[in-house]
């Protein structure tokens, strides 16, 4: 392999730099429908699941297919994505914010074409490229982050438990059977970068284990102020060690009662590992939603407060998420959201229908909210 | 053939879900084969080494992979995240794989043309692999080497016309909602604001300056499809401020079933008949619904705007004509206090719907700006009041909910010059001890002991 420049010169960055462009601008993407009735739509059907029609005021039609994907994509399928585009849409498409890729077309004979053109295309392995649905009353796509894939501090995989998560689903995907829309999330560790915290489910990696120090090399790849600063519940301290062979160190100590395994320590300094294959598995969170619809955004609680992890496909996990949304589906009444549901039968008949154990973890909050989550009325459920 | 075994990955390849396992690897063999020649600026095989180092992952429980110092583009300070992994020797292709976020368009459309190109400079210096898209809203380019950044980064620029995303404690890429690109229920035009602002605040986006990362999203109406006011420090949510238009006519489809309720989003079961009390009237949150006589009527006044008889009755109720945003200001993760919702800031903040100038109505893209610039005088006075104030009393790592919880709602209103109103709360205070400003309280706190003591006997 052979270096080759892109034009740029390393001996003078600044010559010819360009920066603080932005993205480019949306007009130049938009398919011509789209760009004509901007701002002018009257209304829209779903036809059937993953299939929608838009209608403007003037009557254009704009169908649009939403079809599922991986959110890890290589390349070679964003290209088979273009040739799918440039055959039916004229070389325009989009994705929506939960992952999933929108074809849209002008006409329904179109779509009609590019329907069955998608729901053929498979990877060798046999699951769908493309598959149709994610619409309505059903389960759409996960939005999740890069877990084992490119991470350094994650207590699961992402891609995994996704993937075996909307295997098992996968018929919710493709129906429109439940009460209302379910949105389920996935985030590797508690710092939570896909912001699973409002989600009808959530799946969450958790470590239970505090860092690892390995004192013999810790002053030396660290700064030791900053492994301290980095702690948000102040469990870390300077200290001083004196290793095997006698000599002393400059080092720190964990208070491990307060550590909540979040893993900043470690994003500062190596020499705080915390990942551990014991440890380390999966929170379920329910009940959260951001949509304003009838009842206000509300957070998921914590139902389930650790499953181990269990590679290849979780189905400790999978199968508790499945039971949920079954419970959900039975007991939930029309547009009503699961939180809104699970507020309404209250969280101990919840508990009961799930089949999951109410367990000491649920209960007190971190910090100020846990007076809020104490019961201050004699109604309860038996 | 696979450069290594990954039996436990396999098992990912079955089901009907789109299996990344399946697509790795079939990135895997086409750099493996190279029928279009390309001289590969990374390692050939660093999707077969990926594969190998997450079956790895699989096997023993954790990652491998560890934080990644200090990388990027010269002048900027966030747009790249620096990975190492811990086996280089077992896995050398991806012994450095960093990630590239791409500043996403609008909405997230895109033209062929434009993906193809990304995708082969992404096969000529990554590894081919991506992220469609990050959860901030980027392309994310997943897995290249040091030496390459600035390379990428050039083409991207220059041949492009296309930026990094942000990353660190700056403006992180805002992002937006369909909106009124392909959405009725639209109340502003999110592209709109989101380019304008992206476009406004390069330098905060690419150079940290900020105590903390900060966001902008934008809802176009309450559905929140982007979830702004969850995940967001400043969360625009689309609203009005009129009446919701009706068509009785078309309300009248809906009860006698010609038009399926939700816009068919519940016809995967049978619900019986459309029910309009149960279904709407029933469910309104504000019960300010009433219908009789056969006509359909809504006491606007009493209307939240929760959009869920519009949702449910899409041809016959429209979103009301007089239009803006709502701010809500304060959105985070659970990290580490507890997770914040976004709090209303400005309940509404007209747009100007006869300023719908596009920028082909200009000569230039500055001329635009500049345009918009006079639209959006009212929201960049907020987010500049903001700014000023984080960035004058937030501690370092600080997010602007934090700051709110410790300095008060109060003071965040009386920044941003906003007269604290009964919307602003969820209820009123339950706790009288209130701390008065020495100003408010007729003439002030110094009192004389002894004027005092005329009258009260020690
Ligand atoms: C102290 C807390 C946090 C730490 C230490 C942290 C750390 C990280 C790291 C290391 C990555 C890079 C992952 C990779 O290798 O690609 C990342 C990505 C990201 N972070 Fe965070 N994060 C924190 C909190 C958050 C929060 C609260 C949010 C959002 C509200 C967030 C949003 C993101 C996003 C959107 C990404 C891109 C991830 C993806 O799309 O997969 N982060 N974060
Ligand atoms: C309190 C300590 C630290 C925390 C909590 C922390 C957290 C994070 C987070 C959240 C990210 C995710 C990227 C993003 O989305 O912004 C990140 C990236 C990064 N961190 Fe740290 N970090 C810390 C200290 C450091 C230190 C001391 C260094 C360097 C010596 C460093 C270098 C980097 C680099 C290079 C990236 C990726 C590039 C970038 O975001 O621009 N971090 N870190
Ligand atoms: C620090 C806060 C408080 C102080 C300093 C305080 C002080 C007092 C004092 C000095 C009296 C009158 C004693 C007397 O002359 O009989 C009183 C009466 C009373 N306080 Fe408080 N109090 C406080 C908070 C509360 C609160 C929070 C409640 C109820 C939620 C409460 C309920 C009462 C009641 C019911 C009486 C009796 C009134 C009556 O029978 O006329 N107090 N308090
Ligand atoms: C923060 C300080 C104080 C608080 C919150 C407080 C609160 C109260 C309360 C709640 C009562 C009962 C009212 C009732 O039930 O009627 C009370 C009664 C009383 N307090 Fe205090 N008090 C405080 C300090 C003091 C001090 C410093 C003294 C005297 C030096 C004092 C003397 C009394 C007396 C004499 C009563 C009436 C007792 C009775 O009638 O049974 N208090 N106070
Ligand atoms: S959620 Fe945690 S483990 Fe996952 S990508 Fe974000 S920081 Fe990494
Ligand atoms: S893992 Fe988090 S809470 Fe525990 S010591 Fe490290 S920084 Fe502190
Ligand atoms: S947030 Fe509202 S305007 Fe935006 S896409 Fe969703 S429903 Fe449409
Ligand atoms: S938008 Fe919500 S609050 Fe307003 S009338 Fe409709 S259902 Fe009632």
């Known amino acids: 392999m052979a270096f080759i420049s892109s034009g740029y010169n390393p001996e003078k960055p600044m010559e010819g ?24 739509w009257s209304h829209h059907e779903i036809l059937e699941p993953g299939i929608l029609v838009h209608v403007a005021e003037n009557g254009d039609e704009v169908f649009t297919v939403r079809c599922g994907g991986a959110r890890l994509m290589s390349a070679s399928h964003i290209q088979e994505i273009c040739d799918i585009a440039d055959k039916h849409c004229d070389g325009k498409l989009r994705f929506t914010t939960r992952n999933n890729i929108e074809f849209m077309t002008d006409s329904k004979d179109k779509m009609l074409a590019l329907k069955a053109d998608l729901a053929q295309r498979k990877f060798d392995g046999g699951s769908y490229k493309f598959p149709i649905g994610g619409t309505g009353a059903g389960i759409t796509n996960i939005v999740h982050t890069q877990g084992w894939v490119h991470c350094h501090t994650p207590a699961t995989d992402a891609s995994g438990t996704v993937k075996a998560t909307m295997d098992e689903v996968f018929s919710d995907f493709q129906d429109m059977r439940l009460p209302a829309k379910l949105r389920i999330s996935m985030a590797c560790c508690l710092n939570m970068c896909g912001a699973v915290h409002c989600s009808d489910i959530a799946i969450l990696g958790y470590h239970r284990k505090p860092p690892i120090l390995d004192h013999e090399y810790l002053d030396k790849v660290c700064e030791v102020p900053l492994a301290v600063a980095a702690c948000p519940t102040a469990a870390i301290k300077p200290s001083k060690v004196e290793l095997a062979n006698g000599e002393t160190v400059k080092s720190v100590a964990v208070k491990n009662e307060r550590c909540m395994y979040c893993g900043n320590c470690y994003t500062m300094c190596p020499s705080m590992p915390l990942s551990d294959a014991e440890g380390d598995g999966i929170v379920l969170m329910a009940g959260g939603k951001v949509s304003n619809r009838i009842s206000a955004p509300k957070f998921s609680k914590v139902v389930v407060a650790f499953l181990p992890n269990e590679m290849p496909r979780w189905p400790t996990m999978t199968h508790a998420i499945k039971k949920m949304i079954e419970e959900y589906a039975k007991g939930a009444r029309k547009y009503e959201r699961f939180g809104d549901w699970t507020d309404r039968i209250g969280w101990e008949r919840f508990f009961d229908v799930c089949e999951l154990d109410f367990t000491h973890h649920l209960i007190d909050d971190f910090r100020d909210a846990a007076y809020q989550s104490w019961r201050q009325t004699s109604q309860f459920k038996f | 053939m696979a450069k290594h075994n990954t039996p436990l990955l396999d098992e990912l390849e079955s089901g009907p879900w789109p299996s990344f396992v399946s697509d790795i690897k079939q990135e895997a063999d086409v750099r493996a084969k190279n029928e279009k020649g390309i001289d590969f600026q990374i390692p050939s095989e660093a999707c077969d080494d990926l594969l190998g180092l997450l079956e790895l992952s699989y096997k023993d429980g ?20 620096g990975r190492y992994s811990d086996k280089p020797k077992e896995f050398p292709a991806v012994a450095a794989f960093h990630t590239i976020r791409v500043s996403q368009p609008g909405a997230k459309y895109y033209t062929t ?43 991207l620029t220059h041949d492009m016309d296309q930026d990094l995303g942000g990353s660190g404690s700056n403006l992180r890429t805002p992002a937006d909602c369909i909106g009124q690109s392909r959405c009725e229920y639209a109340c502003y035009d999110t592209q709109e604001i989101c380019y304008f602002l992206t476009m406004m605040y390069q330098d905060e986006l690419h150079r940290p300056a900020f105590p903390y990362k900060f966001k902008f999203k934008f809802d176009g109406c309450p559905n929140c499809c982007v979830a702004s006011i969850a995940r967001s420090d400043l969360s625009f949510i689309g609203t009005w401020r009129d009446q919701i238009g009706i068509d009785q006519a078309e309300v009248a489809k809906y009860i006698d079933g010609t038009n399926p309720a939700n816009a068919g989003a519940h016809k995967g079961r049978d619900w019986g008949a459309f029910d309009l009390d149960a279904e709407v009237l029933n469910l309104c949150p504000t019960e300010c619904m009433k219908y009789e006589d056969g006509k359909l009527t809504i006491n606007d006044k009493e209307c939240t705007r929760c959009m869920h008889c519009i949702n449910v009755m899409p041809k016959a109720l429209k979103i009301g004509k007089q239009r803006g945003v709502s701010l809500l200001a304060g959105a985070k993760a659970p990290i580490v206090d507890g997770a914040q919702m976004g709090s209303l800031i400005v309940p509404f903040l007209e747009i100007d719907q006869t300023m719908n100038k596009q920028l082909a109505d200009f000569e230039s893209e500055e001329e635009w700006m500049e345009y918009l610039e006079e639209k959006y ?5 907020v987010i500049e009041s903001i700014w000023d104030y984080w960035m004058e009393e937030g501690k370092n790592r600080e997010r602007l909910g934090e700051l709110m919880i410790r300095q008060g709602l109060q003071k ?6 906003m007269e604290p109103q009964a919307v602003h709360v969820d209820h009123p205070r339950t706790n009288p001890y209130i701390f008065w400003k020495e100003d408010e309280v007729p003439g002030g706190w110094d009192r004389d002991i002894n004027e005092y003591r005329k009258h009260h006997a020690r």
């Open chain 2, 62 to 81: 954790t990652t491998h992979w560890k934080h990644g110092g200090i990388v990027g583009v010269f002048g900027y300070g966030g747009g790249i995240i």
């Open chain 2, 377 to 381: 005088a009212g929201v960049v006075e």
């Open chain 2, 412 to 417: 965040l209103l009386e920044k941003i010059g």
């Open chain 2, 113 to 155: 043309e434009f993906l193809r190109q990304l995708m082969d400079l992404w096969q000529l210096r990554g590894s081919g692999l991506t992220n469609m898209h990050g959860s901030t809203g980027d392309i994310v380019l997943l897995g290249t080497t040091t030496p390459q950044l600035e390379e990428i980064f050039y083409t």
């Open chain 1, 17 to 40: 730099r360009i920066t603080d462009i932005g993205p480019k601008h949306y007009d130049q993407f938009y398919p011509e429908i789209i760009k004509k009735n901007k701002g002018k």
